[in-house]
């Protein structure tokens, strides 16, 4: 089982930039694959963004090019930078921990993110 929280979240303009960070606690983590999902209100909630233990990464095509997701296993810490924001990324973020090993998924709360003029 792990632990995450995230933080990051908050209101800006589009064409803006935020930077989301979700610190996980647990051991074995170079055994989850940590990601990042979005609903928005009234939709499902969808993959953002993923990345492996080995750096690996997968985008929904919608953030391709304007996000970006990190991961810093020393710190136990996975991020996600948004650039280039539009109104439609309004939405409240979660972060996800998939274990490859049994395919447990943990979440964390969410950080909302609003994109406004």
């Known amino acids: 089982q792990v632990e995450l929280g995230e933080s990051g979240g908050g209101l800006v303009q589009p064409g803006g930039s935020l930077t989301l960070s979700c610190a996980a606690l647990g051991s074995g983590l170079s055994l989850y694959v940590l990601g990042w999902y979005r609903q928005a209100p009234g939709k499902e909630r969808e993959m953002v963004a993923v990345i492996s233990s080995g750096g690996s990464t997968n985008y929904a095509d919608s953030v391709k090019g304007r996000f970006t997701i990190t991961r810093d296993n020393a710190k136990s810490t996975v991020y996600l930078q948004m650039n280039s924001l539009k109104p439609e990324d309004t939405a409240v973020y979660y972060c996800?921990?998939?274990?490859?090993?049994?395919?447990?998924?943990?979440w964390g709360k969410g950080t909302l993110v609003t994109v406004s003029s």
């Open positions: 996800n921990a998939h274990s490859v090993i049994n395919r447990a998924d943990s």
